[in-house]
């Protein structure tokens, strides 16, 4: 081979190297920047991107977000509708967007209906923490702030992930979403959005405990959803707090015994700055509050206070994005 030949032949291979760095994350990435990655196992392959926050630093271990777009969104409309790039910024820390891919959906939903993606391990949801360990191993995450949050599909999704992979995540919230299991088919599934779930919440409380394997560990979930919501009935929203509330009674002690009270602990009422009355409703079990319930006013299928230049945004309400942050930075694994 000629010389010339050889330094083609090294440049080639530095790019390639280069290109494998930048979707892996391999080498820090400049602060308040977007990584883009793939992460492939034999469920399939999709995309992500990977929101790397101001000051991050690579010895300093930051807690991380996974953001779980609705159907008709991507990572960029989530990520703009939530502004949660920005709490990021301010909060520190990363934040992880899974993308679902066109041929698996196409209307971009998660397909979280169907038996393949409803148990420990296998399907889309092995493939979302799939890429939160990619994630791990090219940037200082801490293991033990692992969050999760989605708004529609990926609301529903994120209660599958909490119910079968609670060891991973410290906190769950459920947005304009469902209760695990809510729907094993597709029509199914049309007909929980409508009227709600036909299967009973204490009943799927137990199988979200049993598929992380029954463990005595606590499952925190926030559920917002608006009471005008002709998307998903809120009704889903009531048993998503129901079910959840049910897996932590078996999380605690092993036995369903009221151990996790169905009653709320405080109730209470606030007005946004946009308007939009909303009652909180907070379970707690002995000092830690488990779920957190809230109802917004009026508000349809939507991210409450988000920026209203993204589908799917209320901008008179709360500012979810804060909510959010607020319920999680009190758990850690």
Same mark, same amino acid.
């Not at 530095?14 to 994350?25: D, E, P, R, T």
């Not at 609301?155 to 979403?177: E, R």
């Not at 946004?272 to 006013?297: C, F, M, P, W």
């Given at each position: ?23 892996? !994350?391999?080498? %820090? ?28 630093? +690579? ?44 041929? /698996? ?19 889309? %949801? ?43 995540? /410290? *906190? ?5 979403? /469902? ?6 088919? *597709? ?22 405990? *049993? ?14 959803? !608006?009471?005008?919501?002709?998307v998903v009935n809120p009704v889903n929203g009531q048993q998503a707090a129901r079910q959840f509330l049910q897996t ?16 709320? *602990? ?51 309400? +709360? ?15």
């Open positions: 081979m000629s010389v010339t030949r050889k330094v083609q032949a090294m440049a080639r291979m530095a790019v390639a190297v280069c290109a494998l760095f930048s979707v892996l !994350g391999a080498t %820090p990435a400049h602060a308040g920047e977007w990584v883009h990655g793939v992460y492939s196992n034999v469920w399939g392959t999709r995309s992500f991107q990977l929101w790397v926050p101001t000051g991050y630093q +690579p010895g300093e271990p930051l807690p991380l977000v996974v953001g779980l777009h609705g159907c008709l969104q991507n990572p960029d409309q989530f990520a703009g509708l939530s502004r949660l790039n920005t709490k990021a910024d301010a909060e520190r820390f990363l934040v992880l967007y899974p993308n679902q891919a066109m041929y /698996a959906n196409g209307t971009q939903c998660w397909n979280f209906m169907f038996s393949s993606n409803q148990e420990r391990g296998i399907g889309e %949801p092995s493939l979302i923490v799939g890429m939160v360990d990619q994630v791990k191993g090219h940037y200082a995450v801490d293991s033990r702030r692992v969050y999760l949050g989605g708004v529609s599909a990926g609301a529903v999704m994120t209660s599958v992930l909490m119910a079968c992979h609670s060891d991973v995540f /410290a *906190a769950g919230m459920v947005g304009a979403g /469902a209760m695990y299991k809510a729907a094993t088919t *597709a029509s199914g599934s049309l007909y929980a959005m409508t009227f709600g779930s036909i299967y009973s919440p204490d009943d799927r409380g137990h199988d979200a405990w *049993a598929c992380s394997g029954k463990p005595r560990r606590k499952v925190p979930v926030l559920v917002v959803h !608006g009471t005008s919501d002709d932590n009674d078996y999380g605690d002690d092993g036995s369903n015994n009221n151990s996790v009270s169905n009653t709320p *602990a405080r109730t209470t009422s606030a007005v946004s700055a946009g308007g939009r009355k909303y009652t909180v409703r907070d379970y707690v079990s002995n000092g830690v509050l488990l779920v957190q319930h809230i109802e917004i006013q009026g508000m349809g299928h939507a991210w409450p206070g988000g920026d209203g230049a993204f589908p799917f945004a209320d901008p008179a309400g +709360p500012d979810g994005t804060t909510i959010m942050w607020d319920f999680f930075k009190q758990h850690s694994r």
